[in-house]
């Protein structure tokens, strides 16, 4: 068997898909995009307003492509990375069950769009609070034969290797009302490049709701002047996590005097919100 296994190991490789799930919240623009799909919005929130919302899937490509939508789990973890799971921890409920997406497949031509709808189903009888499960749209891989030179001997097995993009949104469904807020705390910076420092703080979250925004850092002379050095947006602490460990890099050429300067870092729920909380904390420069 051994020898079997390693003369398979030296035959060459073509018609095996692999998958690769790229999954993104916290990406800086308002669209997500991955290979060649573009999806706006990047988030579905349903908060008592319409029962209905509208998924825009580009292909930005130059082959016609097809798309297939379906629902996962994810588990946010402290330090802001993901894992898909298949139960929900304590405190966290799923959204896909009050959910129907349609369609679910779809085929887009290069340069063209197609909407794809989200539908909240009953919720009647729901407990106060928030269930969120994510929408997983991925690239179906091209059927394409395999190449006659691919496999000469026929003792010979033929896999292609295939990469397939996909791009997860959360899709979140919100009963009662929104009592989410947000404190930061254990701010230290790292300036082992004094242009580049590294910020390191704590964002924790209160009430039933996850918290949605924007990190934005200032650096505050001794004069007053204040100089923006980074900025971060669409940063998620997701239920039932209380707390979420964010780093980022700060940017220091264009302030003019570092000497006796501060930082103000600033958290901002963003506008689409109907909830508005905004947190704040400062730190000396090292």
Do not use: W
Not at 13 to 25: A, D, E, V
Not at 29 to 51: C, E, M
Not at 228 to 247: H, K
Request: overall charge positive.
């Amino acid at each position: 068997m051994r020898n079997v296994f390693l003369s398979l190991l030296n035959r060459p490789l073509t018609g095996l898909c692999l998958l690769i799930m790229l999954s993104g919240p916290g990406v800086p623009t308002k669209a997500s995009a991955q290979g060649n799909l573009l999806v706006t919005p990047r988030r579905v929130v349903f908060d008592g307003g319409s029962r209905i919302r509208e998924l825009n899937l580009a292909n930005i490509g130059t082959d016609t492509a097809r798309f297939l939508i379906s629902m996962m789990e994810i588990r946010m973890n402290p330090d802001g990375s993901f894992d898909r799971i298949a139960d929900p921890e304590a405190g966290q409920h799923f959204a896909s069950p009050y959910l129907r997406i349609y369609p679910r497949s779809v085929s887009i031509a290069p340069g063209e769009s197609q909407m794809v709808k989200v539908q909240l189903l009953k919720t009647e009888g729901l407990d106060s609070g928030e269930f969120r499960s994510h929408i997983y749209i991925r690239a179906a891989p091209a059927e394409k034969p395999v190449a006659a030179a691919d496999a000469s001997d026929e003792n010979d097995i033929a896999v292609r290797l295939t990469a397939v993009f996909g791009i997860s949104i959360p899709a979140i469904v919100r009963v009662g009302s929104n009592d989410a807020d947000v404190t930061l705390s254990d701010a230290v910076v790292s300036a082992t490049d004094p242009q580049k420092p590294r910020l390191a703080l704590t964002m924790q979250r209160g009430g039933k709701m996850s918290s949605y925004g924007d990190l934005t850092v200032s650096c505050v002379t001794a004069k007053g002047k204040e100089t923006q050095v980074g900025i971060v947006r669409g940063i998620a602490v997701y239920t039932p996590n209380r707390s979420r460990r964010f780093e980022m890099d700060l940017d220091m050429r264009n302030v003019p005097d570092a000497k006796d300067s501060k930082l103000l870092v600033r958290y901002n729920t963003q506008k689409e919100d109907r909830y508005r909380d905004t947190a704040e904390i400062s730190l000396k420069l090292p």
